[in-house]
């Protein structure tokens, strides 16, 4: 009984290894597509909601999310001009269901410093 229990464990832990390898090459491929858009297309280009990928015949829902940050450092809008004065970019990654959210990865980019994992 116990070698029974082993092997189920075993295989979803290699399961679930594959899920998360699968999930940071997407999230990864999807911070590129931010870097391609540059720093002014972010808002407009990037943000969607439960979008469905398939990777290895394993089904999951994708949402990128993009806000807009005013740092208090320079001031405050409106009379700070430059708002957003960095974006923070989240994509989440959720397997089999939507809400069911197992992998993310979050960054930060400004128009003068670039980006920042």
């Given at each position: 009984m116990g070698t029974a229990q082993y092997m189920v464990y075993s295989r979803w832990d290699i399961d679930r290894g594959i899920r998360r390898q699968l999930a940071w090459i997407n999230m990864a491929s999807r911070m590129e597509?931010?870097?391609?858009?540059?720093?002014?297309?972010?808002?407009?280009?990037?943000p969607e909601t439960n979008q469905l990928i398939s990777a290895n015949n394993l089904t999951a829902y994708r949402t990128t999310e993009v806000f807009g940050i005013d740092d208090t450092t320079d001031g405050l809008a409106p009379t700070d001009t430059d708002v957003p004065d960095y974006y923070m970019i989240s994509i989440k990654i959720s397997w089999f269901t939507v809400g069911n959210v197992s992998d993310s990865l979050t960054a930060y980019i400004s128009a003068e410093m670039a980006w920042d994992y």
């Open positions: 597509q931010a870097v391609d858009w540059g720093f002014d297309a972010l808002s407009d280009s990037l």
